[in-house]
């Protein structure tokens, strides 16, 4: 007779998978998407007179993107990979151009005083639009700001945002703030 091989016991393995399994549940930290976050302009006061119309038309840049994903950047259409530089043009307006967003003084804490751009980027999309449409878009809204925030960090700390101490970073914010107002999507039947 042949030498019996002798068998493990397996009746805890699965007792013991799943211990191991709760426990990498419970210890481990997942990560929380915190959605895309957007600090609109301000609720105008009241009491605030109405400004001329044309002036409001010139902080406001319409970012729209059609149910066929064809996007336009005030009413001219363009491709994705044009948006961000158009967008940081529109926010800094290099050559005080008359079409472009006004600035005014601010006075930030720490800082002085900076001109800030009254610039809003009103981003409206259709009930048609495809997902990665839009998200495409929306990564070149924040790249665009994003890089504005660096070039005013590089200029004004000598480094990138990101590097920056917290203090410093809301100065940087303060001065290149993220206005993004986003529509309700409309129905292409409806307009």
């Known amino acids: 007779m042949g030498k019996k091989v ?3 016991n397996s009746s805890s393995t699965a007792d013991i998978a799943f211990l191991l399994l709760s426990y990498f549940l419970m210890t481990t930290t997942m990560d929380q998407d915190s959605g895309l976050q957007r600090r609109l302009p301000p609720i105008p006061n ?3 007179q109405v400004e001329d119309q044309k002036v409001n038309r010139r902080n406001i840049i319409l ?4 149910s066929a994903d064809r996007l336009f950047a005030g009413n001219e259409p363009m491709d994705v990979s044009q948006l961000k530089d158009k967008i940081k043009e529109f926010l800094v307006n290099p ?3 008359p079409n472009l967003p006004e600035k005014s003084p601010k006075e930030i804490e720490g800082y002085g005083t900076c001109m800030v751009s009254k610039g809003v980027i009103s981003l409206q999309n259709d009930r048609g639009t495809s997902y990665q449409a839009y998200i495409k878009v ?3 809204l924040v790249k665009a ?3 504005l925030r660096d070039d005013f960090a590089k200029a004004n700390f000598g480094r990138a945002y990101i590097s920056l101490d917290e203090e410093k970073q809301r100065i940087v914010r303060d001065a290149i703030p993220q ?3 986003e529509a309700e999507p409309k129905d292409v039947t409806k307009n």
């Open 63 to 66: 970012v729209r993107i059609n």
């Open 179 to 181: 206005n993004i107002s």
């Open 46 to 48: 009241e009491n605030q």
């Open 138 to 140: 929306q990564n070149e």
């Open 6 to 8: 002798p068998e493990i």
């Open 95 to 97: 050559n005080n151009d």
């Open 145 to 147: 700001i994003n890089e």
